[in-house]
T-cell receptor, first 113, second 118 residues
Framework: LAKTTQPISMDSYEGQEVNITCSHN???????ITWYQQFPSQGPRFIIQ???TKVTNEVASLFIPADRKSSTLSLPRVSLSDTAVYYC??????????????FGTGTRLKVLA | DSGVTQTPKHLITATGQRVTLRCSPR?????VYWYQQSLDQGLQFLIQ???????AKGNILERFSAQQFPDLHSELNLSSLELGDSALYFC?????????????????FGEGSRLTVL
């Protein structure tokens, strides 16, 4: 059963790079790794997704080692507006073979001035 | 704007009552997912529909039910409400079916329906 483990919370200062690591030891061959951002009282928003190696977009970078048992979300030069909960997500297969998308507890990032 | 529309945004009701939450997915998306988020809690997956059929079921109570209509909008019905049902209920949609193969898992979330049970 695919499951993710992330730090519960992190603090950072404006302008710093933040790295949030997610452990997913039982990731399946077909699973992509997806990260979402959620602000209070809003729905989660897609940040980045990857399968292996490194992916970069205008918001973040995602590093995935060869064994894919973990991934690291990197947020360059964070600002106060990056204060949010960040979820790491991998697919999870039911016995029927269909997927469900399980959000863990997420990492609550607080950016300080 | 994710393109996913949820109504109502806020709902206050009493214990024992029944409510219906509505979700319109993004244009072209066939899958609808429902999640519950209680205060300061993570997102709990409830149920998924794909093109009108139930696809996957999570931690959904027997008092709760859902369906997806031919126009692809979905409704989540919550009955015999209890205080503990107070939460944000999110709907998400995706293009893929959740079959796993080639499923990238990108979900688009609505802004949620906040249910308060008094």
């Amino acid at each position: 059963l695919a499951k993710t483990t992330q730090p519960i919370s992190m603090d950072s200062y404006e302008g710093q790079e933040v790295n949030i690591t997610c452990s997913h030891n039982n990731i399946a061959t077909n699973d992509y790794i997806t990260w979402y951002q959620q602000f209070p009282s809003q729905g989660p928003r897609f940040i980045i997704q990857g399968y292996k190696t490194k992916v970069t977009n205008e918001v973040a970078s995602l590093f995935i080692p060869a064994d894919r048992k973990s991934s690291t979300l990197s947020l360059p030069r964070v600002s106060l507006s990056d204060t949010a909960v960040y979820y790491c997500l991998v697919g999870d297969t039911y016995t029927s073979g269909t997927y469900k998308y399980i959000f863990g507890t997420g990492t609550r990032l607080k950016v300080l001035a | 704007d994710s393109g996913v529309t949820q109504t109502p945004k806020h709902l206050i009701t009493a214990t024992g009552q029944r409510v219906t939450l509505r979700c319109s997915p993004r244009s072209g998306d066939l899958s609808v997912y429902w999640y519950q988020q209680s205060l300061d809690q993570g997102l709990q997956f409830l149920i998924q529909y794909y093109n009108g059929e139930e696809r996957a079921k999570g931690n959904i109570l027997e008092r709760f039910s859902a369906q997806q209509f031919p126009d692809l909008h979905s409704e989540l019905n919550l009955s015999s409400l209890e205080l503990g049902d107070s939460a944000l209920y999110f709907c998400a949609s995706s293009v893929t079916s959740g079959s796993g193969v080639g499923d990238t898992g990108e979900l688009f979330f609505g802004e949620g329906s906040r249910l308060t049970v008094l």
